[in-house]
């Protein structure tokens, strides 16, 4: 069976230091990944999504960035985290036939202080 | 106008009662249709899939009518444990693979 695994599951940052948080994906092969964002009490947004490796689609102007060094690795990264870039950050995967539901790792709660 | 919208609740009901979501989409090239539950701080967990003839779960029926773009989703003899915020999410049409979530609706069933 599929399994994902997203690492840490809190995370503290000072404003201004680098970001990396990593997700893995387990039995599948070419997964379409995604990187979500949730703001507290609210939705959640799309970041990044990729069909293969080193495809990344960027969903919103911001001062995060993704990359998939592996077929089933998806890190998403910053140079210099911003108070705003507080929230819970999912990683999640789908089937790469279309139209298929996405399965979510277990989340990390940043918080930018 | 957001791509999917939901009335953010939150629904508060008695253990027994019937509740029902609903949810609105703009993309009228969707073609996927899902509820996802999502428990206070936890990832979201896919509840079931919408079909265009509409199916059942257990106590869970959905809906899907694509004439109006708007999707459904009827709980029956509420649980205590259904208390959760309940995600309406569609993909973003043919050949795209993202999925778009609502904002969601709370649900708080009372003893």
């Known amino acids: 069976s599929q399994t994902i695994h997203q690492w840490p599951a809190t995370l503290v940052q000072p404003v201004g230091s680098p970001l990396s948080l990593e997700c893995t994906v387990e039995g599948t092969s070419n997964p379409n990944l995604y990187w979500y964002r949730q703001a507290a009490g609210r939705g959640l947004q799309l970041l990044f999504y990729s069909v293969g490796i080193g495809q990344i689609s960027s969903e919103v102007p911001q001062n995060l960035s993704a990359s998939r060094p592996q077929d089933r690795q998806f890190i998403l990264s910053s140079k210099k985290l911003l108070l705003s870039d507080s929230g819970f950050y999912l990683c999640?995967?789908?089937?790469?036939?279309?139209?298929?539901?996405?399965?979510f790792g277990q989340g990390t709660r940043l918080t930018v202080v | 106008r957001k791509e999917v919208e939901q009335d953010p609740g939150p629904f508060n009901v008695p253990e027994g009662a019937t509740v029902a979501f609903n949810c609105t989409y703009s993309?009228?090239?969707?073609?996927?249709f899902f509820w996802y539950r999502q428990d206070c701080r936890k990832e979201p967990k896919l509840l079931m899939s919408?079909?265009?003839s509409g199916n059942e779960d257990g106590r869970f029926t959905a809906q899907l009518n694509r004439a109006s773009q708007y999707i459904s989703l009827l709980i029956r003899d509420s649980k205590l444990s259904d208390s959760a915020t309940y995600l309406c999410?569609?993909?973003?049409?043919?050949?795209?693979?993202?999925?778009?979530f609502g904002s969601g609706t709370r649900l708080q069933v009372q003893p």
């Open positions: 999640a995967w789908s089937s790469p036939l279309v139209n298929t539901e996405a399965f």
């Open positions: 919408v079909y265009s």
């Open positions: 999410v569609v993909n973003r049409g043919t050949g795209r693979r993202a999925l778009t």
């Open positions: 993309n009228s090239a969707s073609q996927s």
